[in-house]
């Protein structure tokens, strides 16, 4: 099934041997944004796996071949919490015409902060943080000097609040990416060409993440695939901030009008309750 709301002038020679990078994209939202990019774009799967980016990227070209979309899909194995994979990342297409990048590769972990392992957390850091912040200033360079192209860093709604005891490295995290992105869409030399660069910041969506997270039940909420199309649409939209589905309206709506007290007494209780 092709994503026909995500279907944009493939015809329009311009967006031939164009690139869409999409990190985190074996599941959930980052392989549903490569799929709706396809019929645009040549699209670029990076994620750790290398058995499920081999066989994603078979079943995407075959998409692409019976759709004619004329677009063919490549992977990278690469993991973004290591910055030498993120240079090699770099140089293996900065030469390429990349129009596209999306940061999508993280997780989470439920639980009381002193009973996490060190060295989870420092690695749900690396690659929530660091892999994006490294990639964006990388490709931000060579978009600003071709005067276009897209950067969609994936946050979350859990950005908007004031953090969450028991998930509170990943809230900081997501805040950290939903706090840089606004910064970097404000400056003077990104606002004065024609780069976007936008935050997503979707409620819950079942994409495996709970598992991950070590949460029992799997989150309810929009589709990984209903996500994607609402935000490719919004990004060739030049919306910086990206809010699918009530969820996420809702969590931005309180943390503009509630004190961070509620907010994270709120978000204490609910995470407490997955526990």
Known sequence: MSCSTCTYNINNRKEQCMYAIITGASSGIGKEMARCLLSRLD????????????????????????????????????????????????????????????????????????????????????????????????????????????????????????????????????????????????????????VYVGALCPGPVPTGFNEAAGIPREAKGMSPRKVAKYAIHKMYGNKEIILPGIAAKITYVLRKFSPDEILLDFAGDWQEKKM
Do not use: Q, W
């Not at 972990?109 to 420092?122: C, K, P, Q, T």
């Open 43 to 194: 699209i670029v799967l990076v994620a750790r796996s290398e058995d499920k980016l081999e066989k994603l990227e078979k079943e995407y070209n075959k998409l692409s071949k019976r759709h004619r979309y004329n677009h063919k899909v490549e992977y990278f194995v690469c993991d973004v919490s290591n910055v030498d994979e993120c240079k090699a990342l770099y140089e293996k297409y900065k030469s390429k015409d990349v129009h596209v990048l999306i940061n999508g590769a993280g997780f989470g972990a439920l639980g009381e902060f002193d009973s996490i392992s060190l060295d989870r957390e420092i690695n749900m850091i690396n690659t929530n943080v660091l892999g994006a912040h490294v990639l964006t200033k990388l490709f931000l360079k060579d978009m600003l000097k071709k005067n276009r192209g897209y950067i969609l860093n994936i946050a979350s709604s859990a950005g908007y609040m004031p953090g969450s005891p028991y998930m509170a490295t990943y809230y900081a995290s997501k805040a950290y990416i939903l706090n840089l992105t606004r910064a970097i869409a404000r400056e003077k030399s990104v606002m004065e060409s024609n």
